[in-house]
């Protein structure tokens, strides 16, 4: 926990937060689909986080599907009172796991019901709509979507929403229909689209939590990462995430693994200084990339 907290922390709609979390997608099997290979482990990892200090946590009912879900009810339940569990909703999966949109008011209903089934919740902490356009988002009314969930939320079913894969117009959208307190989108220090989208949600108290923030690293771009992990002392994807958490004080980092190694590996990211040069060089990544 003092490692997680040299980080800092952050509001995540009226809970605060450490900003090195966790995110349990990778706890599935293949494909995220499908049980785990070593359920033990998973549950073992979970624990591991929580005993760190993580106290928040990402998932998803159609990771598995259900899977992962029952898997941290299994780890954690009765959940710690720290802990803020994040869910998403707008997708599920067919029998042979793809990926369907699933985004009628009635759809997103059952959704959350199924995630307080399997997390054995009487509330959610924390929802995001997901918008299904792949890995970049694309333009599109979602206010029906979040007016549904806005109702769940005058129920009592939800605290707070927050939505995901997302323009500044459909942000704009959402806003107006109930306050959003996080966005989740994909970014990353090789992949820097939402710059002035992080910028603007953090003048307005807003977290920013970017997904795959590991990923799509070009040769020339990982080598920029491996000069600057071998001056500070680290590995190239915890300069990644290093680089993340001094990037703008609202981002909040969800890395997840199914390894125990790989959990410390991540967490003690979370200490790990980045001098101004060291910046300066990861920041000309993404203006290469672009």
């Not at 307080?116 to 924390?126: K, M, S, T, W, Y």
């Not at 995901?164 to 307190?181: D, F, G, K, L, M």
């Amino acid at each position: 926990m003092i490692i997680l907290a040299r980080a800092g922390t952050y509001k995540l709609g009226s809970r605060t937060v450490h900003r090195m979390g966790y995110g349990a997608m990778q706890l599935a099997g293949p494909g995220v689909f499908g049980p785990p290979k070593d359920r033990d482990e998973a549950i073992k990892v979970l624990r591991a986080a929580v005993e760190a200090g993580v106290d928040h946590i990402d998932t998803c009912d159609y990771y598995g599907p259900h899977i992962v879900n029952q898997i941290i009810k299994e780890a954690l339940h009765p959940y710690p009172a720290n802990l803020v569990l994040v869910t998403k909703v707008g997708a599920r999966r067919d029998e042979t796991g793809q990926w369907l949109p699933w985004q009628s008011a009635a759809d997103l209903t059952q959704a959350i019901h199924d995630n307080l089934r399997h997390l054995e919740l009487d509330v959610i902490e924390a929802v995001n709509f997901r918008s299904m356009h792949g890995m970049q988002p694309t333009e599109g009314a979602i206010g029906a979507q979040v007016e549904a969930l806005a109702e769940l939320k005058r129920k009592g079913l939800i605290r707070h929403i927050g939505v995901s894969n997302v323009t500044p117009t459909q942000i704009r959208e959402a806003r107006a229909i109930t306050p959003i307190v996080c966005v989740q989108n994909y970014y990353n220090v090789a992949n820097r689209g939402d710059d002035a989208m992080v910028d603007a949600l953090a003048k307005d108290g807003i977290a920013y939590v970017p997904f795959f923030p590991l990923g799509g690293f070009a040769p020339l771009q990982s080598s920029i990462l491996s000069d600057v992990a071998q001056k500070v002392g680290a590995t190239p994807l915890q300069v990644a995430l290093a680089w993340l958490l001094r990037r703008s004080p609202n981002i909040l980092l969800i890395p997840g693994t199914s390894s125990r190694a790989h959990l410390r590996e991540n967490l003690a990211a979370a200490e790990l200084h980045l001098p101004d040069d060291a910046m300066e060089a990861l920041n000309g990544i993404g203006a290469k990339a672009h």
